[in-house]
T-cell receptor, first 120, second 114 residues
Framework: GAVVSQHPSRVICKSGTSVKIECRSLDFQATTMFWYRQFPKQSLMLMATSNEGSKATYEQGVEKDKFLINHASLTLSTLTVTSAHPEDSSFYICSARGPLVLAGGTDTQYFGPGTRLTVL | AQTVTQSQPEMSVQEAETVTLSCTYDTSENNYYLFWYKQPPSRQMILVIR??????QNATENRFSVNFQKAAKSFSLKISDSQLGDTAMYFC???????????FGQGTRLTINP
């Protein structure tokens, strides 16, 4: 239980275009999902917290208009990188708070496999 | 604000040996959770072990166990009979009870040599 998927796993796009990354909880409902960014050999940096049916909460320094987050259902959150530039190239990871039925319940985050974004 | 410190950027041991990864944290709160996550070369974050601060008993999951010292704010991970598949980045993380955001340490890169 508590499987989280991400799509796509890799994406290459041209500078100035927009890219959408999907995060799905496959076998449970997730009212809260998180989006992280990870640079090579570094820890995860939280970008935003996504709550189903409401606006995302962004961390300080993260541009809301550039990284659009939509959590329209209990199993899907999307991150759209708008007008992408080479400096947006990174590894993006989503996570979801686990279901109550699992040990650890909603206090444990389960992670997707990540999306590698390359902006040319 | 809570902080998590992993003082060992890299470690390397031989297969079948036992290795301990260090983690310390700073908080003035009493109720929280601590986690160890593993990130292998595939970069998929995998939950290794979880500890509730109110529990005195150390959590164990097969070859993985923790030494939770609440007074010292220490949460080390012991891997027994290490295997090649244990090669990964290991992240220690803290979650305040009632909060949503995980606080991660900087990570320890563990290499298991054949």
């Amino acid at each position: 239980g508590a499987v989280v998927s991400q799509h796509p796993s890799r994406v290459i796009c041209k500078s100035g275009t927009s890219v959408k990354i999907e995060c799905r909880s496959l076998d449970f409902q997730a009212t809260t999902m998180f989006w992280y960014r990870q640079f090579p050999k570094q820890s995860l940096m939280l970008m935003a917290t996504s709550n189903e049916g409401s606006k995302a909460t962004y961390e300080q320094g993260v541009e809301k208009d550039k990284f659009l987050i939509n959590h329209a259902s209990l199993t899907l959150s999307t991150l759209t990188v708008t007008s992408a530039h080479p400096e947006d190239s990174s590894f993006y990871i989503c996570s979801a708070r686990g279901p109550l039925v699992l040990a650890g319940g909603t206090d444990t985050q389960y992670f997707g496999p990540g999306t590698r974004l390359t902006v040319l | 604000a809570q902080t998590v410190t992993q003082s060992q950027p890299e470690m390397s041991v031989q297969e079948a040996e036992t290795v301990t990864l260090s983690c310390t944290y700073d908080t003035s709160e009493n109720n929280y959770y601590l986690f160890w996550y593993k990130q292998p070369p595939s970069r998929q974050m995998i939950l290794v072990i979880r500890q509730e601060a109110y529990k005195q008993q150390n959590a164990t999951e097969n070859r993985f166990s923790v030494n939770f010292q609440k007074a010292a704010k220490s949460f080390s991970l012991k891997i027994s009979d290490s295997q090649l598949g244990d090669t990964a980045m290991y992240f220690c993380a803290f979650l305040l009870q009632g909060a949503q955001k995980l606080v991660f340490g900087q990570g320890t890169r563990l290499t298991i040599n054949p």
